[in-house]
Each structure stands twice: as C-alpha cells, then as structure tokens.
C-alpha cells in the first residue's frame, strides 16, 4: 500500500447552534487518508461520524452549523479556505460520497440516465451523448442488467438494491479520488450487502479510488477496511490498522465494543454490555468522553481529556490507562476475536 | 435449564393474505408450520419482506389469518374470536415492537403506558396496587421509580426499549413475541437489552419468539431458528444445527454472505453471493419459492414445492435436495 496522504484533517470542531444550545457534534479530529485505501469510521450513533464526511463534503448547512476550527486538507489545499465555486468543483468530481438511504438519495421524477450524468456534464467537458454513453458504461459497471434499457426508467422500478447500485454509479461518475460511503449497506438485506461490497472492493481494485466507509456494523469493517478509526463523543478515540483494532485493541471503548457483539464462528454466554449512554454533546464531558461509562476510569479521566499514545507506527490511542503512570490493565477475555472458539 | 419438549404454540400450515388491490393479492406469509417450546427462544430470520413480522401479528391476533390453525397452550386461537377472546389471549401473550420511538404513546407517562395492561385486564385492586405493579416492572427492567412520571422522550432508545419490556411484561404473560426489539439500537445499547431478555427469562421461565435480521443476534439468543423466505418456511433446527449444518441452499448463501467482524475469517472465507433480488409476493416463482436465485434449483424445482419435512432428527427443511423419496428417484 502506498503511503502517499490523500486527504488530511487537522483538529476539526463542527457545531450547531440548536434551540437547547451548542451541539460540540465534532470536537477536534485529527485523520489520514491515504491513497488507494479504505478507512472505516466506526463508532455510537450520534458520535460525530456523518457529520466529520459532511465536512469534508462542504456540506454543514451554515446555519445552525459552524465549522469552528480546523484544516481539511485534500492533495495538500484547504478545503475549509475554499470559495462556494470552487468547493463544487471538487464536490462530486474528486470526492463524491454515498448516502445511508437509497430511496431518499435520487430523485424519484427524474429516469436513472438523467440522475447519473447530471454530473457528468456539470463537471467534464462532454457532450450529452457521449455522457449517456457514459451513464451506460457506469451501469454496467456496477451490476446493473440491460444498461441500455434500465437507463432511462425511474428509481421505483427498481429494488433496493439496485438502486443504491445506481447511487454509487452516481458517486463514481467522474472518477472520483475519494469515495466517502455513509453507511451503504445498513438499509439493505445480507445477500444484496454482499453483492455491493463486493461490487466497492471491485471498483477500489480497478479506479484506486480511495474510501472512507462509515458503518456501525465491525462485519462490514473486517470485511472492507484496511484502516479503522474509533469515534465517540464527538472525538477519535482510537485508530490503527484493521488487525491492530481487532487484536490488539488499547482502549476500553473499542474493548467494550467487540464484547458486545455476539460471535458467528464461537459461543458466547453472556454478552458484555456497556453501560450507560453516550455523552450529552451539549455538555460535552471536560475529560475523557467514555469517563461516565468506563469500568476503568481513574480520578483524572474526569477533568482531563487523554493525550493520544502511540503503540505502534500507526496506532494511536486516546486513554489515560496508556500512561505510564496508569495500573495495566489487561482486555477483558470477551473482545473474543482472533480465532478462539 | 429443564427439558423444553413440552408445546406451548403450534403453528401449522399458517396463511396471512392481503388484498393489496382489486386484482392482486399478496402472499405474506403462504403456509408455514412450526411449534415453539415451553421456555425456549425461538429465533425467525430472513430477508426484508419475507413476512417475518406478518407471522408474528398472526399469531397475536394483530391481524386474523387467512387459513391454518395456531394451538396455543392447548387452545385454538387461530379461529374466529370475540373481543373477549382476544382480550384473553392479550394477557398471556404479548409483542415488543421494533421502533422505541414510535411504540410509546408520547402523550402518555412512563407508569400508564406500563400500567396499560395491568387496567384493561384489572390485574389491581387498589390504585397503591397498582403502582407497586408499575414500580416492580421498572426495576425489573434496570430503570427507577423516579422515572414512572415521566415521558417517553425524555429517554434514549434502550430505554425506551425496556419501558416497552415492562409494559409487555406487566401482564405476567407466558408468551412474548419480539419483532426486531434491538434493530433500532446501538450495538452497545443492544447488548444490554438482550441480557435483560435473557435475564428474565431465566427468572420467569418466558417464552420468546425472536425476531430479527440480525444472524449472530438470533444465534446468540435462540434456542432453535427458523428461516424464512418469500412467505414460507425454509429450514428450521437448533441453532448451532442451522449455523453449523445448514442444509437449505437459502441459509447456506445468507450464512456465508453475512460479514464476520473478524478479520482473518473475512479475509479467508469462501461466500456464495446469491444473485438478483427477493421476487414479489405478488407473484411469486411456481414450486420452490428460492428457486429463481438457487444454485442448485433442477427442474422439479419449478414444477413441485417442496414438502417441508423432517430431513434429519428435529432438523426441519423444505428442498428437493433434502427429500428422499426425489433423491431415490433420481439416481
Ligand atoms: N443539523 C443538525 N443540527 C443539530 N445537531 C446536529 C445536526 N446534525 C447533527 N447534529 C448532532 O451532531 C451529533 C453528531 O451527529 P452525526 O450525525 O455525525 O452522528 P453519527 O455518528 O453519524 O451517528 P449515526 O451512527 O446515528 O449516524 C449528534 O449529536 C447530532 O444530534
Ligand atoms: N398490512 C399490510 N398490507 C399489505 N401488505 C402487507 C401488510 N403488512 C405486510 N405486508 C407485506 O407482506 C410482506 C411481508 O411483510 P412483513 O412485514 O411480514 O415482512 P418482514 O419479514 O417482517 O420484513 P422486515 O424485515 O422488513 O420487517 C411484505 O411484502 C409486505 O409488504
Ligand atoms: S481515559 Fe480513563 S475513562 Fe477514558 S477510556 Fe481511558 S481509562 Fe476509561
Ligand atoms: S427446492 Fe430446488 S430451488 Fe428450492 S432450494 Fe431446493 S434445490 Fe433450490
Ligand atoms: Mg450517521
Ligand atoms: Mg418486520
């Protein structure tokens, strides 16, 4: 894999102003994006996930959203000093992203043809015929039957399924060089998530495209990602390579993750359950955000927020028990991957 | 746990029909037969539409079946029934819905949402009765009497998800039929409200009929499962029996199409990726429901449908592959 930065974001904070005050949604993230890979984004609802890609995308709607502070770096420019114009030059033509529902996603009086190269002529200099060639191309691509007849239905005649296929057509159109996926599958049945994670793992091989996957579901991580980044409470709390986060997770957030999913392959007796909620954004917590809910919380988790250590070259962890002065603690036996039955 | 061998529901050759327009009528669920146990979890899977949820409001008598006869604790309740009856059945037999949001009235406070049940079937005599019921119900299910006042948005999901336990559990019912009652939860927050379910069923000796899509979650919870596709039956057996050994060529594919939150598996694992959709109810395939999508569909496949039957010992599937008297003919 190459190590070439793509995309970078440097201590990103999103609020929105609400009616019960400031929501802290994105409270400093700090995230590398390298060529041609996969990061997941995994983490509570509500901890800042879709609205760290909607960043990326230019698309916090200002008001009740602020970007506070921050640099979103792509190919080394900041997007976040962009110009309205300029950021919808790259928005769909170099990073282009799918979203979580299909049915909402495309528009239900327009034929799929029209949807897909509504892009294309906006951003490449091409000719209406040659861009329903193209939107053809594309269908084909990614799995449609008949492209040359489906081209110009309309989204109710076609199935979940295939409709979200039309989306990441859509979102592939121009080529992009970063694919920000929210949540892909999560509206779709098991054997078509199989037929779409196949058809994106496919599209990475031929493109090189580089992906951000947002999911709540570590199956679909294991499966897709090369990198994985934890959030919770607005904030990273752990990031390393797909094994690091599996086997050899540091902090007790992911550990209490990975325990409270059952196991296809082994026995589990009880599951491990966190408890508590997440965090009110609102308030959000002066120390470490999982304090409320951590078995192993010490008296300076509550006021101070834990520094980022470093256990490998590219795993960081944001917990006080990494400090030296912390007791060691061991993962409980629960997080229960790595082979054992 | 004791020996679950004794029945409390049986289902046999159940329909449920809907006149979806003058022409059409949709088969949600086309005769299915299955018997849950005394004190068992009985988990339903498959995929969207397959008429999971259908099977679950025909039971409770949320919707009347179209044809079949359901048994339960000895009685037919499958019939034509009173309100009286009904009403009967509703203590002994109770649902949690899959949305916490939208199954709490939002006008209605924590202890009359609870205390629902306990009125219609006057389970108290006295208004301090009532509450002690009300109050015993939240801390069964981890919340406090402090929160008997309050309303239903004042919480977060897995806890609205347990006031929906507690107002299910407030009748003292046998039955409990759970529709999807973690899908709309985090995966941390899920975890807490299957160990409450697992909780009291060992403390109350509950019977549940699980449903979800989520196949480790059934796995994980149920004692036998049984899958469903396009309105009928396709496999049911002990659980580690259908994870282990499936013997439907539909299981086999949803089995290995799920992804494994572990990966050296995902990296190493051979899939089946079934292609095409889930046809319509509507107009579904002749004989074999899954044939249009099966690797292994041969002609009869289209022509006959399949028995459903059992293969092996308390191992129930429909597939010609399974059938002996087809195999024998074959060869
Ligand atoms: N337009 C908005 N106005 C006010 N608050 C918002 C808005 N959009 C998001 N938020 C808040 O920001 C926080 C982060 O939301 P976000 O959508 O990023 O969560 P998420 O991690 O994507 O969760 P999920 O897994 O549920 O999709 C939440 O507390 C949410 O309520
Ligand atoms: N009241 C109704 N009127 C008409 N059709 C219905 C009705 N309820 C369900 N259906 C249809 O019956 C079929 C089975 O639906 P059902 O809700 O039982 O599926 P399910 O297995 O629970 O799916 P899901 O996993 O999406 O909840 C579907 O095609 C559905 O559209
Ligand atoms: S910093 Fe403290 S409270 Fe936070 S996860 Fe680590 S031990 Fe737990
Ligand atoms: S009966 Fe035929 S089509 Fe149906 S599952 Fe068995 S082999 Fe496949
Ligand atoms: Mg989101
Ligand atoms: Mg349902």
Redesign the interface.
Known sequence: MTVEKILELKNLQVSFETFGGEVQAVRGVDLTLHKGETLAIVG??GSGKSVTSKAIMGLIESPPGRIKNGEILFEGNNLLKYSKHQIQKVRGKDISMIFQDPMTALNPTMKIGSQIMEGLIKHQEISKHDARKRAIELLALVGIPNPDKRVDEFPHQF????RQRVVIAIALACNPKILIADEPTTAL???????I??LMRDIQEKMGTSIILIT????????LAQRVAVMYGGKIIETGT??EI??KPKHPYTW??????????AK?D??????G??PDLRKPPKGCPFAPRCPYAMDVCIDHMPQYTASSGSQKTACWLLDERAPKVDPPSTIG???EA | MAAKNEKLLQVKNLKKYFNVSRKDVLKAVDGVTFDVYKGETLGLVG??GCGKSTTGRTIIRLYDPTDGTVIFDGQDVGGKMSRNEKKHLSKRMQMIFQDPYASLNPRMTVKDIIAEGIDIHHLAKSPKERMDRVYKMLETVGLNREHANRYPHEF?G??RQRIGIARALAVDPDFIIADEPISAL???????V??LM?ELQEKQGLTYLFIA?D???V??ISDRVGVMYLGNMAELASSDDV?DHPLHPYTQ???S??????????RTRE?I???G??PSPIDPPSGCRFRTRCPFAMDICAKVRPKWHEAEKNHWVACHLHDEEIKTEKV
Do not use: C, W
């Open positions: 509570e609802s199935s979940g399924g295939m049945d098991v054997t078509i998530q199989a037929q994670l196949d709540h579901d570590l199956g679909v991580v294991a499966n797909l094994d599996f086997y209490g993750l990975l325990s409270s999913m059952p196991k296809l392959h589990t009880k599951l491990l359950a966190i408890p909620t997440p991957v790595g082979g | 995929e969207s977060s897995g806890q985090d995966v941390s927050i899920q975890a807490q299957v160990n697992q899509h196949l480790s979650m796995k994980h994870y594919s949803l089995l199409a799920i992804p494994v939150a572990d990966p050296e598996i995902e899939r990726i079934l292609e959709d889930v």
